[in-house]
């Protein structure tokens, strides 16, 4: 989280974990759960992998993470915490949306 002000004072608390539980704390855009280790390879395919794996892949300074889910807001606006507006995300499928709603802006701006 960037700016925490940007953020209703209810996010943290009620609002984030509310759309978790309510997607089963599961990646909307590609189903990763929550807290999972994911080893990343060559071709940049995903991997779920267990805690140990982790730890062993890690000392060889392989790619592998935990996957902490995020809160996205579908229209971008971080003030309109609606649960419809609101999808849990992996950082890789939260940075793609964010990704391609930036790229949209840019056009937008040039042709003004």
Not at 9 to 30: H, M, T, V
Request: hydrophobic share 25%; aromatic share 8%.
């Amino acid at each position: 989280m960037n700016n925490k002000k940007q953020y209703s004072e209810e996010w943290s608390d009620k609002i984030r974990p509310a759309i978790l539980l309510r997607d089963n704390f599961k990646c909307q855009g590609c189903g990763i759960k929550h807290r999972t280790y994911i080893f990343i390879d060559q071709s940049d395919k995903v991997i779920q992998i267990t805690r140990q794996e982790h730890e062993e892949l890690k000392l060889e300074g392989q790619r592998t993470y935990r996957v902490f889910l995020q809160v996205a807001h579908k229209d971008n606006d971080k003030s309109n915490n609606q649960p419809h507006n609101l999808i849990s995300q992996c950082p890789r499928c939260h940075y793609k949306r964010d990704k391609v709603y930036k790229q949209l802006l840019r056009i937008g701006n040039t042709a003004r």
